[in-house]
């Protein structure tokens, strides 16, 4: 028994790890796409501009209140239908875009929240002060703001690397698809196969999830440190 899954193993493991590696590059760059996209509408949407917010409401409502399976057949499916050619994407570049977009919608609710979360009198403090609204944003709101960003955006990046599975629909050969294709070669030994490519995902969760922890916890330490060589000494 024992020599039968050393013996799949070996031969189905450099195709997953090629899936594998697929699936870091796609998930890296939607991360990337999505982080920023969503940092720009979240810092907009935090400070409730008249006509910007409830546009932006309407963007999130939209993508949070779809599947994102849906969202990928409508920019690879439906959108290059329309004739218009720069609508007409690879499999690719629809990934990738259906990814950014798809995560964007949930950096701006965090990032936006969380600028909410600050209290309005650091604002009318650092108005007082003559400091512009760019400032007040990048040198006192941001940097308290980001000790409750950075909590969420674990989670919303696991979920990101796991929607990753969902492009294999469009022909992208990430690692749940090499993963469908090792099972075709080895009908059998369907739990195992599963079973390594679950490990290989949870392998790369989990380091994740603790970098986004050391992150929030630095965050939090210089937050601190900022407060309290702002406060006047005794």
Not at 45 to 54: I, K, L, V
Not at 125 to 133: H, Q, S, V
Not at 190 to 197: A, D
Not at 209 to 227: M, T
Request: glycine share 10%; proline share 5%; hydrophobic share 45%.
């Amino acid at each position: 028994m024992i020599e039968h899954y050393t013996e799949v193993l070996r031969s189905v493991l450099p195709f997953l790890l090629t899936g594998f590696v697929e699936t870091l590059r796609i998930s890296l760059l939607g991360v990337a796409g999505g982080s920023v996209l969503g940092f720009l509408l979240g810092v907009v949407r935090g400070q409730n501009f008249r006509y910007a917010t409830p546009l932006i409401g309407g963007y999130l409502h939209l993508l949070r209140g779809t599947p994102f399976l849906v969202q990928l057949y409508v920019i690879y499916f439906v959108l290059p239908g329309t004739g218009i050619p720069w609508l007409m994407w690879d499999s690719m570049t629809a990934s990738l875009l259906s990814l950014s977009i798809y995560t964007s919608s949930y950096v701006t609710e965090i990032v936006s929240g969380a600028i909410r979360a600050v209290p309005r009198g650091q604002w009318e403090g650092a108005f007082a002060l003559g400091m512009r609204r760019v400032q007040t944003l990048r040198h006192i709101i941001l940097p308290q703001a980001a000790a409750l960003i950075l909590p969420s955006l674990g989670g919303v990046y696991v979920n990101l690397i796991k929607a990753t599975s969902i492009v294999s629909v469009v022909g992208i050969s990430e690692l749940t698809r090499e993963g469908e294709n090792a099972i075709l070669r080895y009908p059998g030994d369907i739990l195992f196969i599963y079973g390594v490519v679950a490990l290989i995902y949870f392998c790369y969760c989990f380091p994740v999830l603790k970098f986004v922890d050391w992150l929030e916890s630095r965050s939090r330490q210089n937050v601190s440190r900022g407060r309290a060589t702002a406060e006047p000494s005794p």
